[in-house]
């Protein structure tokens, strides 16, 4: 999480609302990827911190499928990358700071447990919550 949330202050210093994610390997220590919120930067609706990450995981791995893996991210997954999650058959969402106005992992959905989905990652939620919540707070205040 410490490393998802230097990645949050990178998406900050780009105009990007501050959050970071991490893509870790089935041994649940290895760095496959990293990301941050790029949609400002790059004028991309899709850039989310998790989207990118994901996708640089796979590139690395060579398949889509990031079966065994763990994506940390410092806010509670939005619907799009709950989706994301789900299709890329992670094993575990670990994430910060929940999000009450647009949340998908707990929050306002739970599309990550639905049961009607076939895949349905481990959730856990709250690691250093009051620091990812605070680099969000942080950046709204500072607009
Ligand atoms: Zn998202």
């Known amino acids: 999480m410490r490393l998802a949330l230097d990645e949050a202050v ?3 210093r780009g105009g990007d609302v501050p959050v970071g994610a991490v893509v870790l390997a089935a041994d649940g220590t290895t760095v496959l990827a990293t990301g941050h919120n790029e949609r ?5 609706p899709t850039a989310h911190a998790e989207v990118l990450a994901l996708r640089r995981a796979a590139a690395k791995l060579g398949e889509w499928r990031l079966t065994g893996c763990t994506l940390v991210v410092t806010l509670e997954p939005c619907t799009m990358c709950a989706g994301a999650l789900v299709q890329s058959r992670v094993d575990r969402v670990v994430y910060g700071a929940r999000d009450d106005k647009a949340g998908a992992a707990g929050s306002l959905w ?3 447990r639905d049961r009607r989905l ?3 990652p481990e959730v856990i939620e ?3 919550a009051d620091e990812c919540a605070g680099l969000l707070t942080e950046f709204f205040r500072s607009r």
Request: negative net charge; charged residues 25%; glycine residues 18%.
């Open 40 to 44: 400002e930067a790059g004028g991309d």
């Open 126 to 128: 709250g690691v250093l």
């Open 110 to 112: 739970d599309v990550v």
């Open 10 to 12: 990178l998406a900050a």
């Open 118 to 120: 076939n895949h349905r």
